[in-house]
Every structure is written in C-alpha cells, then in structure tokens.
C-alpha cells in the first residue's frame, strides 16, 4: 500500500498506458492534470456514499462502479466467475489499471452493501487504501440511525486525516446546498419525460445522468444539466418531438443501469419502446430526496437522507416498491422491465415483491437477468420485443 | 385489409416454417424446411418456395410478417414481431383464447399464457439447452437413432435417471449408461423424461390449463403423453402446432 502510495505521489500513468486507445489515453491525461494541478480525487461506488462529505473535503467524487465485460477475464483470475458482473468489471479495472478515475483515486470508499462488494473490497484495499463504510441491514431500529451517523462521521474523519484538513459544518452545509442544487437540476430533467411523448430518449437521459458520476464539479456539471433541461423544455414547447407518441412507456427497475444502458435501454427503444423513467439506485428515487440546509446538525441531516435511500440490500424495503408505484403514475407506465445482474441476490429475490406490487397496479411486469456480455443479446431482444408487443 | 393472402415466416433456430392464409384466414398453404446455416440463405429458399406455390413475395396481394430468431433476415417482410407474440396467436387460432402455451423449440422454450386471444405473460428458458429440442437432438444423435425412433424406443423403455441437468454432462451420463450396458430403450426414457421435467418446471410456473403444446415436438405423442403426466392436466396438440408461430405471423400480416 506504501507503494500505491508513492505511486499516487508522484502520478505516474500506468505501465501500460501507450497500449490503450485515444480515448482512454486521453482520460487518463485528464485525471493525471487534475491531480497535478492539486486536485483531490474519491472513488466511490454506492448511492450510499455521502458525497457532500467528499464535497466538503474539497475533493471531487467520482464512481468507479464497472460497467463494461472487457476487464471481467482479468478480475477472473482472482474473484469467482459467478459473481456480479458490476463487482468484477470493478475490480478488474483496478487490477489492470485501465480506469483513470480508480487509478488516481487517493481514497476508495466502499461500503458493506452485497456480501460480493464487501469481500472484493478487501482485495481492492491491496491495490487502494479502501475506507469501508459499515451499512446497517435496515432502517427501522434507532441504533442502526445512529450507527449510520456514527459512519458517516469516521469517513468525515478518514478524509480529514487523509488530506490534513479540518470538515467544518460550514463546509457540509455548502456542499448540501450545491448537490441540493444539482439533484433539483436533475429531478428537473426527470420531470421531462411526464410528458407525452415524452421529451427525450431514455438512452441520452440514462447516458446524461451517468456522465454526472464521473464529472470532478459539482456546479459546472449542475450548470450543464439546467441547460439541458431549460433547451429540452424550450423543443417541447416549440413543438420538436423526438419520441414517437406511439412509443410505449416503460419504467427500468432493478440493479444499477449503468452497465446496461445500451443492452436493456437501447433494445427497449428499438422496438417500440422508451424508457420514461429510469428507477435505480441512481435515477429519480434517490436524487429526489434533498438535505435540509438548515437542519441543526447537518452531519444528522445527511446521514438519515443516505440511509433513506432504497436498495435491496436493506430488510425490510418495502419503500423501494412503493415509490416504484408512484413512478409508474407520474410518468403513465405501461410496463415494468427489472433489470436483475446476475447473481445479484437480493435484487433477484426482491424481484417477486416487485413483480406482485407492480401487477397487482396492473402494470405488465418483466423481469431479465443479464450480465455485461453480448452473449444474450439475441434472446433479450426477444424478450423485451415481446414484452412491448404485449403491452 | 385489401391484400389477398396473408404470409407468416417463422425461422427457427432449426426448421424455417411457412404459412399462407387466405383473407378468411383459411390455411391455404404450408412449408418446413431446415433453416440451416443462414437465415438469410432460408428466407431466399422460402421466397422460391412460395413463388412456386403462386405466391409472389414482392405482391401486393400479399402481406408478409417475419417471425423466430431469423426474423430480422427476411428482407420482404412488411413487418417483424416476435415468435413469443406469434405462438400466441397462432395458438390462439389453433386451441383457443385461453390457456398456457408451451413452445419446444430447437433452442429455447417459452411458455406463453393467453386470455382473450392475448399474450399477457411469458416465461423462457433461453440461457441452457436443458428442456428444448437440441437436448433431444443431441441425444438421439448419441444413441444413433432419430428422434421418431427415440421417442418410439422411450414408451417402451423403463424409467431411468438421467440427472445431470446440463446437456453436454448429460451426454456423458448418456455414454456411461450406454457403456454399463443400459438398454437402449431405458436411456430413450430417461431422456424423453428428463425434457419434461424441465418443460414441466418452467410451465409449472403459469398457474393453469388448459395446456398447448406448439413446436417441433408436438408429432411426438409419447412426449406429449409424459407432459400431461408431468404437469397433471391435459396436454393438447395438433399437427398444425409446429406451425403455430407462423400461423401467428400469418394472421398478424392479414391484419396490416
């Protein structure tokens, strides 16, 4: 770890840097500038992370959750083969050093989410010092509050040790009011595809949202979102319609959309489909959610907002399934598809709440299990083809 | 609604199926050949087959929907929809508006749940061989018959084990049977037995007849007879259910 250390120091690319394509060399030139130019850079993975304390560390938070099979054989060598592809890709681009954003990171945080994640952290800690956030299992007991503030308080503290500074509430409260600012920006943007048609794709909406989690400000990134939403709005109303108002409306449910945007989300929108609401840990159910800037103790303020936040990993989670409701009204649902990774438990096992919720509205519901391989690609065109011809 | 006839081509992984229907939407002609190894290769050779059954493809007289894996290789089709939709429809026509359809076809299977004539749910198998037709196809392979034969050879055979669920250790349950000396007719049995099981767990999973059998299996009567078994309700099927997703597709050109 002293070594990675150095290494971070002094930022040198990785060894083989002139192997990779433009693009990603380019990236990593990126990442490398900021970090010469002093910038403070945190990886992070779970909507649960909270970010306003990196904010207020002055550093910038970046996802490196892996979206991509390209690096699942190299993460195979260490991790089991059945096991998430998200949790591989991962790990498989910090060991082979192809992510620019895992690869500058002075910090990971990770949290004890699934029980894959958990495990594949230890190993990530020999490649990157990983700060463990310790999730409770539910929501319900009063200490499982408590031990959630207490968490969010030792990250405050491994970051203020780890950079030598001091996080002063002065500094949570300005940073719960730029991503307050920057969730209304992207619930504003959400809001968009109420409309019917809808006003934009699904695809570029789940494409925008996505290139947030690797934007190193926070206000500019709030900055393009306004303007987006202010010139999507201003082609609605000028008459553009970029969704055929015969397109069927589809809610994406489940896992993290990220690595399926294109698998799930595209095929959707080839076949008569779009998708109106993107409902994961990152879309509208948790950005919807703001901290009250006044809030007293505003540590407090943000611990309780993150332990709000729906996943399946929590018992019970039956919030998950009642905003799920609410999205399918607001944005006139015609069908549900779940997005189950494979091997991801407890969204797979939640599926059967979902499904009965779902249909007991009477929304049509399916569920796919994939991975970020092109394998299946032939059966899920199937699949969801035939899940809009019934709708 | 002006056209004449109404086309459905359903290209299956392994056999390409054909149907014409007339504007009554009476079955006026039919067509099965292997797909092979192109599907754009089997939708040229069902263009040549219709010509010569006086069905001109390029007609306005006819309407042409393309359906099954192969369906986005038939360059005149007016319209493409899925085999899942058509094997309802055409299911729908054969065995009527309500029921659970369960489709073997040569690499997936699907069980489809109608009302009103309507798709409103399906389940597949699509990731494993297991309880489609290949797994039959492999099998018969091995034991050096084809599969009129197995499925003869099965009603006579005993009950026997075959428990590896993954076709390719399946086949090597298969050759130590066959090494052991295991007649030949017990190892049809276990094989014919061990396609129901699965066919019977997935369809299990719809709540209630009446059953349909559509695809390649649905000649095979023993099949047939140990799936109502299997699945505790009566299995029905006909002739014409291998070509129900055409039948479907047909049925959806007439409409356009």
Known sequence: ?391 | MGSRYGIGVDIGSTATKVAVLDRDGALVHSELMPTGYSSVDAADRVAHALAAAGHDVESDAVRIVATGYGRIAVPYADKVVTEITCHGIGAACLFGPQGTVVDVGGQDTKVIQLKGGRVVKFAMNDKCAAGTGRFLEIMADRLGVSQEEMARLARGGAETKISSMCTVFAESEVISLVGRGVPRADIARGVVDSVVARVAALAGQSPTGPFFLTGGLCDNAFVVERLSDALGAPVTTCPEARYAGALGAAERALAL
């Open chain 1, 1 to 391: 770890m002293g070594d990675t250390e150095t290494k971070a120091d002094r930022y040198p690319l990785p060894r083989t840097f002139e192997e990779f394509n433009e693009q990603r060399r380019a990236s990593f030139i990126r990442v490398k500038d900021f970090k010469q130019a002093g910038g403070r850079l945190v990886g992070y993975l779970c909507s649960y992370t909270p970010l306003e304390i990196i904010d207020a560390a002055g550093a910038s938070g970046v996802a490196l959750c892996g979206t991509s099979d390209e690096v699942i054989p190299a993460a195979e060598a260490t991790l089991p083969a059945n096991l998430c592809p998200l949790i591989k890709s991962t790990y498989g681009f910090a060991s082979s050093e192809k992510c620019p954003f895992t690869f500058f990171s002075d910090i990971i945080v990770g949290e004890t989410t699934c029980d894959g994640k958990k495990k594949m952290y230890e190993l990530l800690d020999e490649l990157k010092p990983t700060h463990i956030l310790h999730l409770p299992q539910g929501r319900g007991r009063a200490y499982e509050r408590d031990a959630w503030y207490e968490e969010c308080r030792l990250l405050k503290e491994r970051l203020e040790e780890l950079y030598g500074i001091t996080i002063t509430d002065g500094d949570l409260r300005s940073a719960v009011r730029r991503r307050n600012r920057m969730r209304r920006a992207m619930t504003a943007l959400y809001n968009l595809q109420a409309a019917e048609p809808p006003a934009m794709s699904g695809v570029e909406l789940m494409s925008t949202m996505f290139a947030a989690t690797f934007s190193f400000d926070v206000e500019e990134f709030t900055v393009k979102l306004e303007a987006l939403a202010a010139e999507r709005r201003a082609q609605y109303e000028a008459g553009e319609r970029p969704v055929p108002a015969d397109a069927k409306r589809l809610l994406v449910t489940g896992c993290p959309i990220g690595g399926v945007i294109n698998k799930i989300g595209r095929t959707i929108e080839c076949n008569g489909g779009v998708v109106v609401c993107a409902d994961d840990c990152s879309g509208e159910r948790t950005q919807a959610s703001l901290i009250d800037e006044e809030a007293p103790d505003i540590l407090r303020a943000i611990s309780d907002r993150y332990l709000d936040i729906n996943c399946s990993v929590l018992t019970p989670n039956a919030g998950r399934m009642d905003n799920t409701l609410k999205m399918i009204e607001k944005y006139h649902v015609d069908g549900v598809i779940e997005s189950v990774l494979t091997a991801c438990h407890t969204f797979n096992v939640e599926a059967a709440l979902m499904e009965r919720a779902v249909e007991g509205a009477g929304v049509p519901y399916m569920k796919i299990e994939t991975d970020y391989s092109a394998g299946d690609q032939g059966q899920i065109d199937t699949r969801i083809g035939a899940f809009i011809e019934t709708l």
